[in-house]
């Protein structure tokens, strides 16, 4: 069973919360305009005060837990990591041959916004910020280390493809209380591309 049912309680129960504070707030004020003929008071200053502030860290932590908590694809505890990998598959434009499309903005400075590329038939577009390109003697660069890439597969495939395939990573949140709070459990966390060509002659710009 999903954890992510506690957080749909949770969240039910937050937005109950503001409506409870708002509804106090509008009627206790009422009441003491009616009762007291007078708009303010100390003692539901602070009441108001204090209701208010639970909301706000109810809101608050909600928030954090559903949008902006950050993971770390290394943290076992919270994630799980598949990886897959394909050969790439070489593709003609006319009188080039290449595996990667590299596929760059309209305008501006004309930065590298996704790759195109080829297996087994099918094509792939993949957003340029969560794909790396190795064209060189590495096959992973270093803005990938961070990642949990498994170096012995990836030079294992690099060694079966001729320096030509791509390796996916999914990286999901586990089932776990913490990850439910934040209606995460069992969803896809991020998705890294590894893009191993050969040389840099081996890709096309567009």
Avoid: C
Wanted: charged share 15%; proline share 2%.
């Amino acid at each position: 069973m999903s954890w992510n049912w506690l957080g749909w309680v949770a969240w039910l129960g937050t937005v109950a919360w503001v409506w409870y504070v708002i509804h106090y707030i509008r009627v206790h004020q009422l009441m003491l305009i009616a009762r007291e003929q007078r708009r303010f008071s100390n003692r539901l200053l602070a009441q108001y005060l204090g209701l208010g502030l639970i909301a706000v860290v109810l809101v608050g932590g909600m928030s954090y837990l559903t949008w902006f908590r950050n993971v770390a694809a290394t943290d076992t505890s919270a994630v799980t990591v598949t990886t897959k990998y394909r050969p790439l598959q070489i593709t003609s434009s006319g009188d080039n041959y290449y595996y990667v499309k590299v596929n760059h903005s309209a305008g501006g400075n004309r930065g590298v916004v996704s790759y195109t590329y080829q297996t087994q038939g099918n094509q792939w577009t993949t957003s340029a910020y969560f794909t790396t390109l190795a064209d060189g003697n590495e096959i992973l660069p270093a803005r990938s280390m961070d990642l949990p890439w498994q170096v012995t597969k990836l030079k294992q495939m690099d060694k079966e493809t001729g320096h030509a395939f791509v390796a996916t990573m999914e990286v999901k949140y586990r089932n776990t209380w913490l990850n439910g709070l934040g209606l995460r459990s069992h969803r896809t966390a991020a998705q890294y591309t590894l893009l191993r060509i050969p040389s840099d002659q081996m890709e096309i710009q567009k």
